[in-house]
């Protein structure tokens, strides 16, 4: 067996460091130079991670269903490991709203936790992608891996509306969108102007976290290759 | 010799796995003692002086159609994969398909049997009168029943292979589930407490919807999930 | 002679590891592979790949003129592969009924009938196959192979299990596939049984083809020399 | 070469089952997720108007330990059956009591840690305040847990060679866990209900003597259910 | 010289077919039986039997002076089967340890390296059993079976799926195991292979012994035209 080789150094990610700095940036907009919210307090500075963390999620789920339906066409490795990278971090961003909002939740409505079709619709795609990662988890060979997982991701995207349309006539109570709402926006200019630039930070860490998380399985795969390809007596 | 076509195929398909669920009668048999035992353990695991049998029906009813139709469609793929049979199906001249709908066919005629006994005896054991609701809750069974089916099934297929199909099914099909097992269950509630069907059309309309969406996609699906 | 068989460059990895590598071959009518190699070469996976049920990682397989997986490519393979491909809970008589009407043959049950007598189990036909012993459910999945006369048979170690009779029935319905034009390939860890069926002969080791020749006229013992210092 | 005592062996065997569950630690993900959907798929189905959560709880936390619990055993004899290794395990010295009690423990570690898991969750989701309970809680879930393994055990080995194991399995085993199900869901009530726990004391004798009887009854018969 | 396997009058049905009929022998250290017969006489289940997995219907089988299935009976047997009997997400490595110790052999790291080194599965013992091939399972499989170094090995098809070099592994390892004062029961339907590993030779047809001697100075082509003609 040859020598296994480390991974190769990659240039140091500027990106990443961007995309950190911004999201630090738009905190301590959020935080110090931001207005709390007349009735919630300083409760509401949740919004800022609460809400584009959802934007992240939502997106990289459709990230991981496009770029699975692609790979059933053009069978790229490429595209596989951007579904998985997407749908991981996606997980991590589904997972920060559901943590920010019950934390929210508490002082704002008294509980933890209720029924409301958002936070329905937010569990189930929760669920649907921690599924994801598990049937990844549990198919070692790699087009299969890549196969199977595709159509689950495109499923699940179909699924969503269905989620979102079944729980919404059960009953609701989050807060009706803010931004995209017909009457207008319903926040002082300021606040809103912090929450685009929140929005704006999320998705760039978005895509500095999904660029490592590729990099790290590109980096497997070659390794996985280098280490695989070693004759070993005829079998 | 000619290739069979594909609803040929698919009644094929659907009459082998048919004939190998009834073969003992037992498979069949223990479907229904399994949805009679999940209604009354249902029924005992909860307090009936704090939560009354009528408001308890509808899910235990749509609960139980979920677990037994999920153990139904897993071992309609643990049949062929125990042999390796599913390799000769793939080798036969059919398209892959008419492989989803026969399975996709037994399942439902195989689960819509259990719901017919399990039905009347969950009506008895909790007290429902089902007198006039009939009709309505047949309509809903069905529309149910497809998009379970259809789901079910080409997420056993999915996990047949791995090494965890028996947990890793109902994981990955229960998120699934949920916009039919919950409109179903507003819609039998709703009947069963007496009100006329068109207060329902909301949720029957989600179920539609879902069948159309998911028989269509599954089946082009199914290939994909096969090939290998 | 049209060719039957025909694949170029298949290449097939399960992770990194290259379990067939450039591995291209054609055969015609009547034509018979005799595929050996040592565990691990990469034979089950070849047959695997000619018989549509594994994609190839590259390169393409053919039946007739047609690429798999194409469903009319796929209807002229008989596969016996390592494991039986039966429904246990089924008689050996639905098991092959089942694979003749899937096939299309026009009297399904009689080419049932004759499928299974030819492996001589029609005695047990009406048993559950999950009773029989090992060697009738091989014969069985063999039955089952054939019951469809197709024209490309793909034999993996056929003869595991079967007793003496079991394998002259084997042998001779090798011979009359060959003879009615299929073209065949017997993986099969006996160089002198492969030899003596086959017309031509293939070596692999580490995914690769590393002979491949005629068979006919080629001395056994000589051969098995060679093969032992080839795959050492 | 002596061959290893009874509790050698057992050790080996759960060790050995557990290293199996947890190669690639998704066998127990599952186990956590397929939980965490039932306990949301319970809430779902029914209308909450109708039904408070508080009420639902005990008897949703019950079902879906008990059929995760199944699911469990289930797969520790799947395992064996697949490849015929459970063969290899019965020529092997080491008495047969050995591999029963070996599989139960795997068991209950695996079914305790699933559990561990849902718990905050249904006291979450359901929004049922935990904090008081906590300790009456554990010894209601130990009590159960040791008699659900048990019998789930047994029956897993009973149906594993059957070509019916997954459904067969609950349709035995189901009526055993009704006496271990009723009562611990309802100490379960009793306890998040405020209510001091002596109050329960009567189920939970019902709970421990169960254990006390089944264990030893199913140590003692699980050879019987392996000769051939 | 100790008797090692002794079995009297076994029977066996299923259902009303009598898949092994009254079946005696006697094994002493260092002998070692071929046991041939067709497709279904019986031979998989008089090992089966001998290894204490079936209770016979009648009869009964002792290894050393404990009758079966007594644990101390079973702890010297070793048993190759038609199946892997391995847990195919384990690797080869866990397979055979947890074999080892099961059995209680005392170095049981050591025995694992030595046994999968005997069988030449070395350099893939730590890839999940799954994903390796049939014969280089069957390698494991035998590994495993003879990790604690039984007293008494009882073989079904040991070959299947072997190549010439598993085989000549196997053929050595029951050599070996002979020498070192075990018994062993070997079924097979090569009757020059079997035969030239043999103390003794019987022959099972319907459930019956037809033929049991000793196996050395037997010609076996000649041994070969009579078999057929027993069975046929
Ligand atoms: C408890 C768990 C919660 C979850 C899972 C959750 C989920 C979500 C999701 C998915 C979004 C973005 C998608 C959309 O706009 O439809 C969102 C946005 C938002 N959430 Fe929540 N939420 C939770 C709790 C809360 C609470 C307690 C509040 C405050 C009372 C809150 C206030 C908001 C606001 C103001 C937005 C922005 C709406 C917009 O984008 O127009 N959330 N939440
Ligand atoms: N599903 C799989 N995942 C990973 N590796 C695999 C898989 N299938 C086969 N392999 C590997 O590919 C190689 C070739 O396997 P294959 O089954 O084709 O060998 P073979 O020539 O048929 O061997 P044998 O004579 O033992 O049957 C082996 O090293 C095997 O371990
Ligand atoms: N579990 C069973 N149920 C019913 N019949 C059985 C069962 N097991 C074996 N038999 C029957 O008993 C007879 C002997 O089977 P056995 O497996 O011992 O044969 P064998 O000599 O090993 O054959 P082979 O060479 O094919 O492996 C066969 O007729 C078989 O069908
Ligand atoms: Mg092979
Ligand atoms: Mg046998």
Redesign the pocket.
């Known amino acids: 067996m040859p020598e296994t080789s480390a991974a190769p150094r990659r240039p140091f990610d500027w990106f990443a460091l961007l995309a950190v700095a911004v999201t630090a940036a738009a905190y301590v907009r959020a935080i110090w130079f931001t207005p709390p919210e007349m009735l919630q307090g300083y409760a509401q500075k949740i919004l800022y991670v609460h809400a584009p963390s959802a934007w992240v999620a939502f997106l990289a789920f459709g990230l991981t269903a496009l770029a699975g339906a692609f790979w059933l066409f053009l069978r790229d490795p490429r595209l596989d490991r951007f579904a998985e990278s997407s749908a991981e971090v996606g997980v991590v961003f589904t997972t920060a709203v559901l943590v920010s909002g019950p934390l929210w939740a508490k002082p704002i409505w008294g509980t933890w936790w209720t029924w409301d079709a958002r936070l329905t619709l937010t569990l189930f795609l929760w669920f649907v992608y921690l599924g994801y990662l598990v049937l990844r988890g549990v198919i070692?060979?790699r087009d299969a891996r890549a196969r199977l997982s595709a159509v689950l991701g495109i499923l699940g995207a179909l699924l969503v509306p269905f989620i979102h349309l079944s729980v919404y006539l059960f009953r609701t109570m989050h807060p009706m969108p803010v931004v995209a709402n017909p009457d207008g926006f319903q926040m002082p200019p300021v606040m809103v102007k912090t929450f685009f630039f929140a929005f704006f930070a999320f998705t760039l860490l978005y895509a500095a976290l999904v660029r490592a998380r590729y990099a790290f399985a590109t980096d497997r795969d070659a390794l996985e290759a280098t280490l695989d390809a070693t004759p070993d007596g005829g079998? | 010799m000619r290739a069979p076509g594909l609803l040929a195929a698919s009644w094929a398909i659907a009459r082998k796995d048919l004939a190998i669920e009834f073969r003992t009668r037992s498979a069949f048999l223990s479907s229904v003692v399994f949805s009679l035992l999940a209604i009354v353990i249902f029924y005992f695991a909860w307090d009936p002086t704090a939560v009354g049998p009528l408001a308890l029906a509808p899910g235990v009813l749509w609960v139980t159609f979920t677990f037994s139709g999920l153990l139904a469609m897993h071992r309609s793929f643990g049949v062929e994969a125990a042999d390796g049979a599913i390799d000769a199906l793939l080798v036969a001249p059919v398209a892959r398909e008419s492989i989803f709908l026969g399975k996709a066919l037994a399942n439902v005629v195989f689960v819509a049997g259990v719901q017919a006994v399990s039905l009347p005896a969950i009506a008895i054991f909790y007290n429902v009168p089902l007198a006039g609701a009939w009709l309505p809750l047949l309509g809903i069974l069905l529309l149910a029943t497809v998009g379970l089916v259809a789901v079910g099934t080409l997420f056993a297929s999915i996990t047949a292979n791995t090494r965890m199909a028996e947990l890793l099914l109902p994981v990955l099909a229960i998120p699934f589930f949920v916009p039919v097992v919950m409109p179903a269950a507003q819609a039998t509630a709703d009947v069963l407490s007496g009100r006329p069907i068109a207060e329902s059309f909301a949720w029957l309309r989600i179920l539609l919807a879902f069948d159309l969406v998911f028989v269509y996609a599954c089946t082009v699906a199914y290939p994909f999930t096969i090939e290998d | 002679m049209t060719t039957l068989v025909a694949a170029t460059g298949l290449v097939r990895t399960?992770?990194a590891?290259r379990?067939v590598d450039d591995v291209s071959l054609a055969l015609s009518a009547g034509e018979c592979l005799a595929l050996f190699?040592?565990?691990?070469?990469?034979?089950?996976?070849?047959l695997r790949i000619l018989a549509g049920l594994l994609r190839p990682s590259s390169g393409e397989a053919r039946i007739g003129d047609v690429r798999l997986p194409d469903p009319a490519a796929r209807g002229r393979v008989g596969l016996i592969s390592?494991r039986s491909m039966l429904y246990d809970a089924l008689t050996a008589r639905e098991n092959v009924r089942f694979a003749a009407a899937l096939h299309g043959v026009p009297d399904a049950e009689e080419a049932t009938v004759r499928a299974l007598a030819a492996l001589r189990v029609a005695d047990r036909a009406d048993v559950a196959v999950r009773s029989l012993s090992r060697g009738l459910q091989q014969r069985v999945a063999i039955a089952r192979a054939i019951v469809h006369a197709p024209d490309v048979l793909l034999a993996?170690?056929p003869y595991t299990g079967l007793d003496a009779q079991g394998g002259a029935a084997l042998t001779a319905l090798l011979r009359e596939r060959r003879a009615a034009g299929a073209a065949l390939v017997v993986?099969t860890?006996h160089l002198h049984e492969g030899l003596a069926l086959a017309s031509h002969a293939a070596v692999?080791r580490a995914?690769r083809f590393v002979r491949f020749e005629r068979a006919e006229g080629l001395d056994a013992g000589r051969y098995a020399t060679e093969y032992q210092e080839l795959v050492a």
Do not use: I, Q, S, Y
Not at chain 3, 37 to 44: L, V
């Open positions: 070692p060979e079998r | 399960f992770g590891r379990a190699g040592p565990n691990g070469a990469g034979k089950t996976t070849v390592h993996d170690e993986v860890h692999m995914g």
